[in-house]
């Protein structure tokens, strides 16, 4: 995603987080943040140059298939398995569960470790983050978005969401922000206890978040798009409901990892 969707899916987080992951939250962020999750959950796309072996935890690649296997798909380019936003969501929440033993801190950054994990679960929920090896996840698939020329990978990222909030919102983040948390609390209510449940006492379940991920890029985000498609109304208002319901999910799980995490 870019700077939008993950600041839309930190704040549907941070305005769940239990009375103890939310005083955990505060102790890590750094100050500059005013306590705000949302305005830090891009800076793992900003330190990805100073971090030379950051990238590759940002998504993962499937070999053109419709599924998702760990042992095959989470790795990168030398082969390494766990490097892939999976593995490195499973490697965050491992160092901040040490928040409350007395190595932890002396061990971790945890403040990154925060960050890193606000991030990649955000990213994990961007379908095209969970694409095909051969055109790298949508992003050498040239299309128009309307009139511009865009990568496929980049109308996922940005341009559905900042349509939306343009033609729908008034140009207003934060009330695209409520619409979302309105679904969660209404149309989604009965679902919410499913996306929040991790399969064997897990505390956090990448897995089945990648699989899902390549379903819908899949079904939605590469269905009916060749190179150079114009992507307008057809593909926005179909597309729409499917990244609102991916955000959505983005947000309540960061926050029940959150909340698992830190007791
Ligand atoms: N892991 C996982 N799903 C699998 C296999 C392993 O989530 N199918 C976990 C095991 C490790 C973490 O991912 O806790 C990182 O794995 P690695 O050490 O291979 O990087
Ligand atoms: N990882 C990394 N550099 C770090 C932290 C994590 O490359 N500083 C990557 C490598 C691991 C993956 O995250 O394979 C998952 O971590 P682990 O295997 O420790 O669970
Ligand atoms: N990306 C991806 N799958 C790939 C390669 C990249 O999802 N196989 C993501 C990472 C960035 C975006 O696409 O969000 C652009 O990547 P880059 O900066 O490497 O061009
Ligand atoms: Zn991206
Ligand atoms: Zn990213």
Request: hydrophobic share 35%.
């Amino acid at each position: 995603w870019g700077t939008e969707g993950h600041s839309i899916i930190c704040r549907i987080a941070q305005s769940r987080l239990s009375e103890a992951a939310a005083d955990a939250v505060k102790q890590l962020l750094p100050k500059w943040a005013e306590n705000d999750l949302g305005s830090v959950c891009s800076w793992a796309d900003q330190v990805k140059f100073r971090y030379r072996w950051s990238p590759a935890l940002h998504f993962l690649d499937t070999p053109d298939t419709c599924t998702y296997q760990y042992k095959r798909d989470c790795k990168d380019e030398d082969g390494e398995i766990g490097r892939c936003v999976a593995g490195a969501i499973n490697n965050y929440t491992s160092q901040l569960l040490s928040y409350n033993s007395a190595s932890g801190e002396a061990e971790y950054n945890l403040t990154e470790a925060l960050l890193f994990l606000s991030h990649f679960m955000g990213d994990i929920h961007q379908p095209l983050h969970v694409g095909f090896a051969s055109d790298k996840g949508g992003n050498t698939i040239d299309v128009r978005w309307y009139t511009r020329k865009e990568v496929l990978h980049h109308v996922w990222d940005s341009n559905i969401i900042e349509t939306a909030e343009e033609r729908f919102y008034d140009s207003n983040v934060d009330a695209m922000v409520d619409a979302i948390q309105q679904n969660i609390s209404t149309e989604w209510a009965d679902q919410v206890k499913r996306w929040e449940s991790c399969s064997l006492n897990r505390t956090a379940c990448p897995d089945i978040f990648a699989y899902e991920g390549i379903k819908m890029a899949c079904d939605w985000a590469y269905k009916g798009v060749k190179e150079e498609s114009v992507l307008e109304d057809d593909y926005f208002l179909s597309r729409l409901p499917i990244v609102n319901w991916r955000l959505a999910q983005g947000g309540v799980r960061l926050a029940v990892t959150l909340n698992r995490i830190f007791g």
